[in-house]
């Protein structure tokens, strides 16, 4: 069961949180809010990553990454990467370290 759900990030997609055990990493499920069979039909749609030091990453990543903006989680910043501009297929973001329960 997840431990929140939202639909309000983009039209048409939902996100779910789960923590499976205390302190462990949360994982994020995005998808298609429907859910016929075609639309989920083995869709991996983004990955995100978590830095301790997301100016730091940011300056690392220089022009392959998006302006830092607060993230929907509160107290957390985030930034996306132009995954295109390094060959990678796979919608990325990196966010600041999560510092409330969720």
């Not at 016929?36 to 997301?54: C, K, M, P, R, Y």
């Not at 060959?87 to 600041?96: D, K, T, W």
Request: charged share 20%; net charge positive.
């Amino acid at each position: 069961m997840p431990r929140r759900e939202t639909s309000d990030i983009y039209p048409g997609i939902t996100q779910m949180f789960y923590r499976p055990f205390l302190n462990s990493p949360i994982i994020e499920v995005v998808g298609p809010s429907s859910e016929t069979e075609e639309e989920l039909n083995g869709v991996l749609w983004g990955a995100t990553f978590v830095s301790t030091n997301i100016q730091k990453t940011k300056s690392f990543l220089g022009d392959n990454a998006g302006n830092i903006r607060k993230a929907k989680q509160q107290g957390r910043e985030i930034c996306t990467m132009r995954h295109k501009n390094l060959g990678i297929h796979l919608n990325i973001a990196i966010m600041s370290p999560h510092n409330s329960k969720l």
